[in-house]
């Protein structure tokens, strides 16, 4: 996608970051290979992130892939020889995917994973550490690693049972098939299902809905949210509850109440 006078930078030409109208977009950009993720484009993913974290005029962050063909097919299967050639390969990949996963699940900001197509293996990872999911009908989503023979880690199983519930993550891994975007309506791997060719529209216009509201109470929410996924033993309880009195202190607090008796949309500021 391709915004006149749009904010940009990337690590890599294979995942591309804009700004435009209150919405950072990530795209992944490999359409040879079904956008499949690299080595490199795991590393720039919390890269990317952190700068969309800190500019106040990001409210909400989408990622998509490009083409119409998929989301995120998967790892770069291609890098596997020279990527995962000996032990402290695996481990620095792995790192990479788990820092990128760890980006997204505890980013400040709202995502939403707007899905066409494929939607495999790392592609599903990707779309379960966002916040939102929003299907094309044609989107496909799945695990293959039972018919690979891969060792999936704990943290992956997890995440997904978070989203959909252990019945249907074993399901997923169990079989190893593709669901088509219904089926993983009915399992809330996603939100909303839209017509392929309303797909962009609908996303940019719940993306605009959710800059508009007032970002110190979203990211408290998205806070809350964080601290919920964590062990009960580890929930940072105390910072979630400052993030809530800021909210009541803060000069959005005021803005609300005055539009809402005035019977007109209010214009938040973050502060």
Known sequence: MNHPGTARQTMTD???????????????????????VSFEMWQAL?????????????????????GEKAFVAGADISQFKEK?????AVQAYNTAADNAGKALQECPKPTIAMVRGYCIGGGTAIAVNCDLRIAADDAKFGVPAGKLGLGY??????????????????????????????????MNLVNRVVPAADLEKYVIDYATTIAGNAPL???????????YLK?????????VQKMVDVCYKSEDYKEGQTAFMEKRKPAFKGR
């Open 14 to 36: 294979r995942l591309l970051a804009e700004k435009k109208d209150g919405i950072g977009w990530i795209t992944f950009n490999n359409p040879a290979r079904h956008n499949a």
């Open 84 to 88: 995962r050639s000996s032990e402290d």
């Open 217 to 227: 109470t979203i990211a408290s929410i998205k806070r809350a949210l964080v601290e």
């Open 231 to 239: 062990d009960p033993a580890k929930r940072d309880l105390d910072a």
């Open 46 to 66: 919390p890269v990317v992130l952190a700068d969309f974290a800190q500019d106040p005029t990001v409210r909400v962050v989408v990622l998509k892939g490009a």
């Open 153 to 186: 880690r704990f943290t992956g199983i997890k995440r997904l049972a978070d989203v959909v519930g252990p019945a249907f993550t074993a399901e997923i891994f169990f079989t190893a098939r593709q669901f088509n975007a219904q089926e993983a309506l009915q």
